[in-house]
């Protein structure tokens, strides 16, 4: 029997206790089951993984460090659509990142500097995204359709289009597409959006290391120098130093790519100069069709994309997307599409196109946070602005080179600097849109370097020996309310919904959301408002708040809360005493949300030892909840790792070698009743 409990006034569930324990933990009434973990197979035929380092293939495997996920639903059987079903659906995930020690046998190895070309593979097809057919059996068991011809991974090999203003654009020719049309693969892929027309929008955000390019400033246009750097493509060797592998087969551009320096006498199409401006870019799959070319959106400007996440779908209204670049002191961007919404294109046959109609023609906007509680959304469009040939830090050239460079042009309209943005979520209730700010260090945000919209610096002791930690460690969530409620909005109003905190933090200054011990968190990352409607009619949306977290990580591993938030507005105007180093003092006047309570916040769920809670999407009717579990048990060594879920979760802990996996965490109320309600 299934309890619907419809616009509860409080959460429902015992708040879990902060902790260091190697399981995922959650309230009294609730279980917790394991599927997705990094290795396991999604393709007829490929062996159980070994989890030895021995195991290859991973095109036809779950990738490693699973993070944001959505969940599409089947019909009962074939592989039609159902936005309805809660019982057989596809899960989209996005595998940002490897733990490297832990996929070979030995940990990484190289020779003479040079990356074994099958190590090098492993990693680079751990990486992208995976689509699994899941199914819920009998007790409630959820499992994974092995043989699913719906399964498929897309990896940074895969074959892409690019779409959009800076389609065919000199800044996207490579020697892979001479027309600057045409891209292979995506790449750390973070947070994610979604479409009424079901597709899957994947994120690629910290792009830029995973690039060799430093050495080669005397061989490229000063301007290329200046956007190259301001997006931090500067590394001597490249994340795992994939452009070193000498393939087998002497051809395979494959690893030489990750090698970006201009060569002498060389040009865009016949060196790797340009493939850095592959990546950044916000990919649009449809997970229901599985031979489907993804396509690079370049119409919502090139970042370190966290997430895209769209505002309400309103019929004769232009849609909207919400996109945090994060890294500290980048901005929060909104897309606003060209074209208004017809409720019909949601069940369009083909979904690709409707994103053609809908996300390759618009205008990509920064915000600009005013100290009143106001705030604008400034066009980043040639030839505005300042947005021009004339522009002194980095002349423009065309759209193309905004997009491909949004950070520089949203520099060059006075875009507000943030302490990293995260996710971003839209309340459907509303259309109210929350964006986390992760954290920022004293370089990011010192004593006289805050704004009404980034407030504080204190000081959060952190580690053993309790190391100075200034600036804004434990991070913030702010809301936004659209003029007129319209994603169309040129500007909005905002507050700070919560302050991250310890509770034991002084109350007045840093705990300034008055978080208690049930409630207490630090560097909110994920978030994400859960579905709105069961088969019971409207259920209030919960916002689901998950951490990565430095600064709180020697008290309690990272964790999930829900909130019921309330209103942008519904506190008021403060004032607060920042503190830096020897004591000095500086004031700040901000504006915050109502404080939550008891019945609005607490803690769900806390992982397992040295994770990143990141993704999390349920069935449409609330009663399985999907969570991402990443990176666990990532510290110690390829022999002895520092934890060992999902292997021990099931009793607290597993043999001293077995290697943790990333997976996702799915989990049910005992009652069959909707999750945290
Ligand atoms: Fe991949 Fe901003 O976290
Ligand atoms: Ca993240
Ligand atoms: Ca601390
Ligand atoms: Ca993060």
Avoid at 24 to 53: F, L
Avoid at 486 to 502: K, V
Wanted: with cysteine.
């Amino acid at each position: 029997t299934t309890t619907v409990t419809v616009n509860p006034a409080q959460l429902g569930f015992t708040a879990v206790a902060k902790n260091k324990l190697d399981v995922v933990s959650v309230p009294t009434g609730y279980k917790v089951q394991v599927i997705n973990r990094t290795g396991d197979p999604i393709a007829a035929g490929v062996p159980a993984y070994k989890n030895d380092g021995t195991d290859a293939n991973f095109a036809q495997r779950i990738g490693d460090h699973g993070d944001a996920l959505y969940w599409y639903g089947l019909a009962a059987a074939g592989t039609a659509r159902d936005d309805n079903s809660s019982t057989r659906g596809l899960i989209v995930q996005n595998h940002e990142n490897i733990t490297q020690q832990y996929l070979h046998p030995a940990g990484a190895t190289s020779v003479g500097g040079v990356r074994p070309e099958a190590e090098a593979l492993k990693e680079m097809e751990c990486h992208g995204v995976s689509v699994t057919e899941v199914t819920e059996g009998a007790n409630r068991a959820w499992t994974v359709v092995q043989n699913s011809s719906l399964n498929r991974r897309i990896t940074p090999a895969t074959p892409m289009r690019f779409n959009g203003p800076a389609r065919g654009s000199d800044l996207l020719k490579t020697p892979f597409s001479t027309a600057g049309t045409d891209g292979r693969g995506t790449i750390n892929n973070c947070a994610n959006g979604t479409t009424p027309w079901a597709t899957n929008l994947t994120c690629e955000e910290n792009w830029a290391g995973y690039f060799r390019r430093s050495g080669d400033n005397a061989l490229r246009a000063a301007k290329e120098v200046t956007a190259l750097s301001r997006y931090g493509v500067t590394s001597s060797s490249g994340s795992y130093g994939w452009s070193t592998v000498v393939p087998a087969d002497g051809t395979n551009t494959l690893f030489r790519r990750w090698d970006a320096r201009a060569t002498a006498g060389g040009s865009a199409t016949t060196d790797y100069r340009n493939e850095p401006n592959q990546f950044g870019w916000v990919v649009e799959t449809d997970p229901y069709s599985p031979t489907s070319t993804p396509r690079k959106r370049t119409a919502l400007g090139r970042l370190g994309h966290e997430g895209a996440w769209p505002g309400l779908f309103v019929a004769g209204r232009k849609p909207a997307w919400y996109m945090g670049d994060d890294s500290r002191r980048e901005y929060l961007y909104k897309f606003v599409s060209a074209t208004n919404w017809v409720a019909a294109d949601a069940t369009a046959a083909d979904r690709l196109a409707i994103g053609d109609k809908y996300l390759d023609t618009g205008t990509l906007h920064v915000a600009r946070f005013n100290a009143d509680g106001t705030g604008i959304w400034v066009p980043l469009v040639f030839g505005q602005n300042g947005i021009t040939a004339a522009a002194a830090a980095y002349p423009f050239a065309d759209q193309a080179d905004v997009l491909v460079n949004a950070r520089l042009a949203a520099d060059v309209v006075g875009a507000t600097p943030m302490d990293r943005p995260e996710w971003t979520a839209v309340n459907p209730a509303n259309g109210h849109v929350y964006l986390t700010l992760t954290n920022n260090n004293a370089a990011g945000r010192p004593l006289n370097g805050t704004d009404a919209a980034n407030p504080r610096h204190y000081n959060d002791p952190f580690g053993p020996t309790n190391s100075a930690q200034f600036g804004n460690p434990n991070g913030h969530i702010i809301r936004l309310r659209e003029i007129d409620d319209s994603t169309e909005a040129t500007s909005f109003t905002w507050d700070i919904y919560l302050f991250g905190a310890g509770a034991d933090l002084d109350a007045a200054n840093v705990n300034v959301s008055g978080l208690t011990a049930d409630q207490d968190f630090s560097s909110p990352d994920g978030l994400w408002f859960s579905r709105p409607t069961n088969a019971s009619g409207l259920v209030k949306p919960l916002l689901w708040i998950q951490t990565d977290d430095g600064a709180y990580t020697d008290v309690t591993n990272c964790m999930m809360l829900a909130a019921m938030p309330g209103t942008v507005g519904d506190g008021g105007a403060r004032t607060i005493t920042n503190t830096g180093t020897g004591g000095a003092t500086a004031t700040q006047a901000t504006r915050v949300g109502a404080a939550p309570t008891a019945a609005t916040l607490k803690r769900f769920l806390v992982g397992p030892l040295d994770c990143e809670i990141t993704g999390v999407d349920s069935t449409p009717d609330g009663r399985t909840l999907f969570v991402g579990i990443q990176h666990p048990g990532d510290g110690g060594t390829f022999a002895a790792p520092s934890g060992h879920w999902p292997d021990s979760q099931a009793t607290g802990t597993a043999g001293a070698s077995v290697r943790p996996r990333s997976a996702v965490a799915v989990i049910t109320k005992d009652d069959g009743g909707v999750v945290a309600l």
